[in-house]
């Protein structure tokens, strides 16, 4: 059984913070050593789309969009990762989801099969 689950959306305005959790539940422990991560979201009316990926070796790419702003951390014994958004604009303004891949090649929104359900941000004046 795996489970997802997501917390710390909010509203802000441009060029605030905040700081969204992710919890992880698997059969496999660490899971982490199992399991690729990854951060997305989906903005009103459009598709689904990664934010920051990390692999089981820890390895982790941005997208181009968040690069400098966004950080992805990871904590191994807590199986828990966080997405500390900064300097936060408008455009990312979406719904934010964890997602989860035992797949060993990870790196599209395919790849991964188990999701939370999602933690709303809104960036506005």
């Known amino acids: 059984q795996v489970e997802v689950r997501e917390s710390g959306g909010g509203s802000v305005e441009p060029g605030g913070s905040l700081r969204l959790s992710c919890v992880a539940s698997?059969?496999?422990?660490?899971?982490?050593?199992?399991?690729?991560v990854g951060w997305f979201r989906q903005p009103q009316g459009q598709p689904r789309e990664s934010v920051a990926l990390?692999?089981?070796?820890?390895?982790?790419t941005y997208s181009d969009s968040v690069k400098g702003r966004f950080t992805f951390i990871k904590d191994k014994v807590e199986n828990t990762v966080y997405l500390q958004m900064d300097s936060l604009r408008p455009e990312d303004s979406a719904m934010y989801y964890c997602?989860?891949?035992?797949?060993?090649?990870?790196?599209?929104?395919?790849?991964?099969?188990?999701w939370g359900q999602g933690t709303e941000v809104t960036v506005s004046v």
């Open positions: 997602g989860l891949s035992r797949r060993p090649l990870c790196r599209h929104i395919s790849s991964y099969e188990y």
């Open positions: 698997a059969r496999i422990q660490p899971v982490f050593d199992s399991y690729c």
């Open positions: 990390s692999n089981r070796a820890d390895d982790t």
